[in-house]
């Protein structure tokens, strides 16, 4: 049972990246699944999530309008895309698999959160 995080990379400024989270041992569409993102130092970050149960989707303040997230179900995976990056979008990205989207003050996060991918590099500069 695993997630599987890819598709990070160099890209420059204004560029786009498409990050997938495949599953494996599991039905994905039965788990809300986020993105987060950490840089080495900083807090994680919840970046954007997809529920389970009407497909909601929920982004930080900081990615909404730039990126989005989608499911295929066919494929078990879970996209991010990633449009009109920033060299602030600097991180290593990861998708977890839970209950539950959670959005609150502090940030969007998961409800249970029973399934973690290893982590996938994006790096944005010119």
């Known amino acids: 049972v695993q997630l599987q995080a890819s598709g990070g990379g160099l890209v420059q400024p204004g560029g786009a990246l498409r990050l997938s989270c495949a599953a494996s041992?599991?039905?994905?569409?039965?788990?809300?699944i986020a993105w987060f993102r950490q840089v080495p130092g900083k807090e994680r970050e919840g970046v954007s999530c997809i529920s389970r149960s009407d497909g909601g989707t929920y982004y930080a303040d900081s990615v909404k309008g730039r990126f989005t997230i989608t499911r295929d179900n066919a494929k078990n995976t879970v996209y991010l895309q990633m449009n009109t990056l920033k060299p602030e979008d600097t991180a290593v990205y990861y998708c977890?698999?839970?209950?539950?989207?959670?959005?609150?003050?502090?940030?969007?996060?998961?409800?249970?959160?029973?399934?973690w991918g290893q982590g996938t590099l994006v790096t944005v500069s010119s």
């Open positions: 977890a698999g839970g209950f539950s989207c959670l959005t609150s003050e502090y940030g969007l996060g998961l409800v249970e959160d029973d399934y």
């Open positions: 041992g599991f039905t994905s569409e039965y788990y809300a």
